[in-house]
């Protein structure tokens, strides 16, 4: 069964630092998501992310962030200069259509020190 | 209360049980999906249920959607050890193009085998 892949499932950064997390989303989506979830806390929407454009994003995606679709398989996630409080779980996500079913991937655990 | 929140916020029961977990939400939507997440991992999509749906069948698992209530219910018949988890409810909105996903705070759910 086709599945939403992320690496890499930890990683641990300085502040700072400028960080890439990767997502193959399932082959024939066409939306594609990020989330993210504070320890304890609710998941949130990041940026949604349709025919090479962002589609929507929430207060949380700033400047700070970026999104990109580099080849026909590949989404990233960018944080050009992390900070304490953007350590978190991220999940990719992804879907057929709008108001579909929206499937996650596993997650990358994001340390900031 | 906030868009999609689930109660209880902690289930235990025993093995074989059934359990029941509630959603409710604010504004229209479109759908609502329940995921489950074990410990600090992934999301696993569930089950999908539209505006227009009032109940919905996955093996062991039952949906129901109450939109005048703005109400959603999921149902685990005959528990199992591997059931315990977290649950979440997660909605859209009926804005056109918002595919956003709103989680709740989710419910812990624990089964004693």
């Known amino acids: 069964e086709p599945e939403v892949t992320q690496t890499p499932s930890h990683q641990v950064t300085q502040m700072g630092q400028e960080v890439i997390l990767r997502c193959v989303p399932i082959?024939?989506?066409?939306?594609f998501y990020w989330y993210r979830q504070i320890l304890g806390q609710k998941v949130e929407f990041l940026v949604s992310?349709?025919?090479?454009?962002?589609?929507?994003k929430s207060e949380i995606f700033d400047d700070q962030f970026s999104v990109e679709r580099p080849d026909g398989s590949n989404f990233t996630l960018k944080i050009r200069s992390t900070k304490l409080e953007d350590s978190a779980m991220y999940f990719c996500?992804?879907?057929?259509?709008?108001?579909?079913?929206?499937?996650f991937g596993p997650g990358t655990r994001l340390t900031v020190t | 209360s906030q868009q999609g929140e689930e109660d209880p916020q902690a289930l235990s029961i025993q093995e074989g049980e059934n359990a029941t977990m509630n959603c409710s939400y604010k504004?229209?939507?479109?759908?609502l999906q329940w995921y489950r997440q074990n410990s600090g991992r992934g999301l696993v999509h569930l089950i999908l249920?539209?505006?227009?749906?009032r109940e919905k069948h996955s093996g062991r698992l039952r949906v129901t959607l109450d939109t005048s209530k703005k109400s959603s219910s999921l149902l685990i018949t005959a528990s199992r050890a591997a059931d315990t988890a977290s649950y979440f409810c997660?909605?859209?909105?009926?804005?056109?193009?918002?595919?956003?996903?709103?989680f709740g705070t989710g419910t812990r759910l624990t089964i004693i085998p």
């Open positions: 996500a992804s879907s057929v259509g709008v108001y579909y079913e929206q499937y």
């Open positions: 082959s024939n989506h066409l939306y």
């Open positions: 992310f349709y025919n090479n454009e962002i589609s929507e």
């Open positions: 504004t229209s939507i479109n759908n």
């Open positions: 249920i539209r505006s227009n749906e």
């Open positions: 997660a909605t859209d909105s009926s804005n056109f193009g918002n595919e956003k996903l709103t």
